[in-house]
């Protein structure tokens, strides 16, 4: 049972290199987000996913893309990484019902951009 | 959207201390209410929910909040704090399809 997965748990980056973070769940969960945690700043929503083949702008989408061609996988594409983008990031899955399921949490990846 | 605001930054207590951390957020209709801990170097973990019925409700680890609607208002307590609760708690909104969150308080408990 192995929830929901998150790769790489570090990484640096190259001001203007791109990559991809990857989440997937294996618990047929219908809602999948992607937040950032910054300090004092709590965590922010960055994109989320209703189904596959649906994704939807949070609080903070620029400079990250998303796609969600299966239920089980949910990609964070950063296109051209920027200091600004240094932070944690938390993909997080849940049933998609009515809003009364709380999130099951990946573990994180901490991403530094130098 | 929601909008989450925890009132206290960082919480500093002594062990058997009670604790309450305040948590308010924007606006009324239908919403789902969460209280999230994260244990340092570790991931977020649910506490407890809130989505209807009793407005008490309790949690893990002897954690408990309180729903009062006409303050829009989700406040956590615990009776008597133990060092292992130091970590930072998360208050949290469901609103539809996404879920916004305070920006956290840090609690200390000191031995």
């Known amino acids: 049972n192995a929830g929901v997965t998150q790769t790489p748990k570090f990484q640096v980056l190259k001001t203007g290199q791109s990559m991809t973070l990857q989440c997937a769940q294996d618990m047929n969960h219908e809602y999948m987000s992607w937040y950032r945690q910054d300090p004092g700043m709590g965590l922010r929503l960055i994109h989320y996913?209703?189904?596959?083949?649906?994704?939807d702008q949070g609080e903070v989408p620029n400079g990250y893309n998303v796609s969600r061609s299966t239920t089980e996988d949910f990609p964070l594409r950063l296109l051209s990484a920027a200091p600004s983008q240094t932070s944690v990031y938390f993909c997080?899955?849940?049933?998609?019902?009515?809003?009364?399921?709380?999130?099951?949490f990946g573990s994180g990846t901490r991403l530094t951009v130098v | 959207a929601q909008s989450v605001s925890q009132h206290n930054h960082h919480v500093i207590l002594s062990e058997a201390a009670s604790l309450e951390l305040g948590c308010n957020y924007s606006?009324?209709?239908?919403?789902?209410l969460f209280w999230y801990v994260q244990y340092p170097g570790q991931h977020l973990q649910l506490l407890l929910k809130y989505f209807s019925g009793d407005p008490l409700v309790k949690g893990i680890k002897g954690f408990e909040a309180e729903f009062i609607k006409s303050k829009f208002s989700f406040n956590l307590r615990k009776p008597s704090v133990q060092w292992s609760d130091t970590a930072e708690y998360f208050c949290a909104v469901r609103d539809n399809n996404d879920m916004r969150f305070g920006a956290g308080t840090r609690l200390t408990v000191k031995p």
């Open positions: 606006y009324g209709g239908t919403v789902n």
């Open positions: 996913s209703v189904g596959a083949g649906i994704t």
């Open positions: 997080a899955s849940s049933y998609r019902g009515e809003g009364n399921y709380g999130y099951t």
